[in-house]
């Protein structure tokens, strides 16, 4: 049984900065990906982050040079949260699949960690 636990989230200041972290435990088969989603109110889930089938970091446009998104080893996933904005607001969640297509319907969720932008 996988599972995926955020931690991280709390309140910043527009212009500061937080860094979430998502502890993987369980047994992956081979090609499993992870990244970042968020949601907020009213709004659609989106990938904030992933890693691709080559292992190469991408952003969604508005994050782009703001975010960074890192692992240490294969169940343990970061996303430092630079210049944040009041857009960032929204709850964050760690996702994992499998295979180069894992983030259109990820196959773990995290249970989400609440991220707070005050302008």
């Known amino acids: 049984q996988v599972q995926l636990v955020e931690s991280g989230g709390g309140s910043a200041q527009a212009g500061g900065s937080l860094r979430l972290s998502c502890a993987a435990s369980?047994?992956?088969?081979?090609?499993?990906?992870m990244g970042w989603f968020r949601q907020a109110p009213g709004k659609e889930r989106e990938v904030v982050a992933r890693?691709?089938?080559?292992?190469?970091p991408t952003y969604t446009e508005s994050v782009k040079g703001r975010f960074t998104i890192s692992r240490d080893n294969a169940k343990t996933l970061y996303l430092q949260m630079n210049s944040l904005k009041p857009d960032d607001a929204a709850m964050y969640y760690c996702?994992?699949?499998?295979?180069?297509?894992?983030?259109?319907?990820?196959?773990?969720w995290g249970q989400g960690t609440q991220v707070t932008v005050s302008s």
């Open positions: 996702a994992g699949g499998y295979g180069g297509s894992w983030y259109l319907s990820p196959a773990y």
């Open positions: 369980g047994y992956f088969y081979p090609k499993y990906y």
């Open positions: 890693f691709d089938a080559d292992g190469i």
